[in-house]
């Protein structure tokens, strides 16, 4: 596969993962600080779902990424790489690791369903504002590669 259908790939796995992980997440944090009248346990589950969908393009934009590195040859000799991938790797990767083990894990095999999705929403409020500060800091990197 040649450079342009990989950067396809890896934009389209960029899309899949922001979309779903935003508009959504944004109404799950809505609809449970305000009554919306939707049942919760389904609106749950198809949030856990959709994580998936979100997840599932976060891995493709991961490989597709790796995948360009490789036809680049990258030997740490690409400034705006060298900021951007810690932040990925270091940062955003272990955040997506334990959104997988809520969503897969520990809620689906929690006994108290009303305590795990308060942890998940925890978890959900505290690195929602890390995560989109450093994912805006990583589009910069891309884009104007200082």
């Known amino acids: 596969m040649d450079y342009p259908i990989t950067k396809f790939f890896h934009l389209l796995g960029i899309f899949i993962w922001i979309s779903a992980s935003s508009s959504l997440g944004l109404f799950m944090i809505y609809s449970t600080r305000k009554e919306t009248g939707?049942?919760?346990?389904?609106l749950r589950n198809f949030y856990r779902w959709m994580t998936n969908l979100e997840i599932a393009g976060f891995?493709?934009?991961?490989?597709?990424?790796?995948?360009?590195?490789?036809?680049l040859r990258y030997k740490f000799d690409i400034i705006w790489l060298n900021y951007k991938l810690?932040?990925?790797?270091g940062v955003i990767l272990p955040l997506e690791v334990l959104n997988f083990w809520f969503v897969n894990i520990y809620i689906?095999?929690?006994?108290?369903?009303?305590?795990?999705?308060?942890?998940?929403?925890?978890?959900n409020y505290l690195v929602a504002l890390p995560l989109l500060v450093?994912?805006?800091?990583?589009?910069?990197?891309?884009?104007?590669k200082p």
């Open 38 to 42: 939707c049942n919760q346990h389904i």
């Open 59 to 71: 891995v493709l934009a991961i490989f597709s990424g790796l995948y360009m590195l490789h036809l």
């Open 86 to 89: 810690p932040l990925v790797f």
């Open 108 to 123: 689906p095999k929690s006994q108290d369903k009303l305590k795990a999705y308060r942890r998940y929403d925890l978890f």
């Open 134 to 144: 450093i994912s805006l800091l990583i589009v910069y990197f891309a884009v104007v």
